[in-house]
């Protein structure tokens, strides 16, 4: 079992919309994980996906992979199961990876405020 945990501030990811919007989005953020999120206002788009940035960091620790190598952010997909609650799948890179260290799942934990998100991950 590995863990990992993630804060991230709300404010420099409003920023980096603010700034690079779309295509801040697209180089961390698969298709999937885009929609939905348009009627939002710029403060909670912002949380949001501070949120799923923050989820993306801590399942990256927490499936141990090597810092050394590249893995792009959209290898790690967060999703909302039909309960509401984050999940995670993994794609390419991140999927070989797991597999290779006998990881054949990912929980996840997300919370933010106004400032701040965090995200907690559990990989066993």
Do not use: C
Not at 21 to 49: N, W
């Amino acid at each position: 079992m590995n863990t990992g945990v993630d804060l991230v501030d709300v404010g420099e990811v409003a920023d980096a919309l603010e700034h690079s919007g779309e295509r801040y989005l697209r180089r961390i953020h698969r298709a999937e994980e885009l929609t939905g999120h348009d009627g939002h206002s710029p403060a909670r788009r912002a949380q949001h996906f501070a949120g799923r940035f923050a989820a993306k960091e801590a399942v990256f620790k927490a499936l141990h992979y090597p810092s050394d190598r590249a893995l792009p952010w959209t290898d790690i997909q967060i999703i909302s199961t039909p309960g509401g609650w984050p999940g995670v799948v993994l794609h390419d890179r991140a999927r070989g990876w797991a597999t290779s260290q006998g990881i054949s799942q990912v929980e996840l934990s997300i919370t933010h405020d106004r400032t701040m998100a965090m995200a907690f991950a559990v990989a066993v």
